[in-house]
């Protein structure tokens, strides 16, 4: 893909606005469509892209192997975190009207967290599993 | 279609999801729409291109009969295709879906939560512990994913 001029420019031109939007998704999803879920994978296939043009070896040196197993963890552990913080202020697992002042701003509060954090483990999950099947070649 | 090329068949799945985050798009569920756009249309298709680099793009024609494949495959059309008469209209007031549950999320989804769009609110806070599950199996799916690949390269 390499010498392919027209494909690298445009990815280039691209990329940045597609992991804008995945953000967007992400930081508005309560205002407008989408939400965790959605800007995790769109926020990834714009990585991906970048990758599937510039090789996988550029990719990696941003984000290696590890790193995205950690965040894919972390992920997750985040949202567990708010629902055992539920706990810790006196309320249900999950309950997150004690986070803030109010109800309303611990619902609000409580949403962004756990939205951030499925977005966390799915892009990083789409990313892993995008390098599992383009770096560990079966040598047939 | 049939087809014994891979490659037309991922395509064809593709642009198959696109006209289903079309439809999505038509019947105005905007989150669901962008979920089959994104999953369904982007990430699903680089997925399984990236899966056809370890196998043929043409598939050998199978040793095994195909007849009692195509029975199962015509049965299970049949019968998918009579439950389809189970299912309310759409929009229909009286079924089990828009029924109490929906009302209360319409009512007070913005007053408890203080956010516009009610998908998200049922999403992440009064079916938090569902998405929690789903979270759970994405990160199930991704270990496993690791797991087997990283075997077969540590056989070969």
Known sequence: ?140 | MITRNLFAAIMSTTIFSLLCALIFLLMDGVDVSLTEAAVGAGISTILYLSALKHTHIIIKPSKHAAAPLVVIFILMLILLGAMTYDIPNVGEPNSASNSRVTQHYIDRSNKEMGIPNMVTSILASYRGFDTLGEVVVIFIAGISVIGILRNKKAKS
Not at chain 1, 18 to 46: D, K, T
């Open chain 1, 1 to 140: 893909m390499k010498q392919h001029t027209i494909p690298r420019i445009i990815t280039k031109l691209i990329v940045p606005f597609i992991l804008l939007f995945g953000l967007y998704v992400q930081f508005h999803g309560e205002i407008s469509a989408g939400g965790g879920f959605q800007a995790g994978v769109i926020f990834a296939s714009g990585f991906i892209l970048y990758n599937v043009i510039f090789g996988i070896n550029v990719g990696e040196k941003i984000l290696p192997i590890g790193l995205t197993i950690s965040i894919m963890a972390f992920g997750i552990f985040l949202y567990i975190f708010v629902g055992l913080l539920g706990i810790l202020m006196g309320g249900n697992y999950l309950d997150y009207n004690l986070l803030g002042e109010s109800k309303v701003q611990g619902q609000i509060i409580g949403i962004f967290l756990v939205e951030l954090g499925v977005g966390i483990t799915v892009s990083s999950v789409m990313i892993l599993i995008y390098y599992s099947f383009n770096k560990f070649e079966d040598n047939k």
